[in-house]
């Protein structure tokens, strides 16, 4: 977002320049005269100085307006400062971060899971319960709805690089999207929670063992045998994951669960980048927590009910709940 702000006002100091060149000064006729009859004396051509001047600048303004139209069509999912939640069941909205007010409204969704949500280019997911069964739905910028999968769970539901994946039963995670439909088996192990790369690397967190780890399976990996396993520094485990850009970031609480972290870590090489700033928070559990990153390179942590928190770079800050026009807030997890 703040690259598409830079280049609008690029377009904006062009366009000065331009109405600088082209604005007549007071002796600006005279000389165009003299100089038209001079050439005219020599040969007859038209006078195109001023023609090119004003195309040039039909040209720049022509660029201004697409930029400021594609700004004004920007989905609501992925405006500055913005993110999705739901404040009433159903009804899916984007929110400012700063203040939790209500930007616009994305779609109603009738029986959509408010923490069930994940944002792509502008698309927005969900599951939904229907009588016969669960589905994952995908909400287009234009607020066109579709059906996508029936799945028998659908939750850890995730969105990136043109795909969706989301558990699929308590046997396998499934991704759609780019290459078509990819099952993961899961032998037997819990996920908590997913998150994807753009390229189609999908991590997991899971649990086996009593323990929660972090691993990484390619683009197109049928199984988790070849899977990289993070090398995760967290006593108690981490709680959530999100991708964002070539790592993975996890919240990780310390054993209180009343103090966490977002740490990053190198999808390759499954070393610990960063330790994060702690933060205080009331008692976190894998369960309505929700970690995502913007284009900016922020975390959003949102805790379903217990708080939502800001975290970009060494800052961290509590920001207010989402709440719509009339009152209502979202008690469910929210997402970039």
Known sequence: MSQRKEDVELVRAQLHRLVDDVEPAPDALPRLLSAARRRSARRRVPVLVGVSAALACAAFVGLALGLFAQSRSTPVAVQPDSYVAAAQPGVIAAFDVRTGRQKAEVARVRGADGSDLATDSGRVFTSVSTPRGRRVVEIAPDGERRTIAEVADGRALTAGGGRVA????????????????????????????????????????????????????GPGATTLDGSRELRVVAPCGPLAIAWRADSVAAVEPDCSMRRARVATYDAAAGRKLAAGQAFDTPPLAPDGL???ADELGRFLVSAADRGQWLVDGTQVR???PACDPEGHCADGSATF
């Open 318 to 320: 509590r920001i207010p």
């Open 166 to 217: 989301y558990v699929d039963g308590a046997n396998h995670v499934v991704t759609l999207g780019a290459g078509g439909r990819r099952e993961l088996p899961l032998d037997g192990m819990a996920v908590l929670d997913l998150a994807l790369a753009d390229d189609g690397e999908l991590a997991l967190l899971v649990e086996r063992a009593g323990t929660r780890d972090v691993l990484v399976a």
């Open 290 to 292: 929700d970690l995502s």
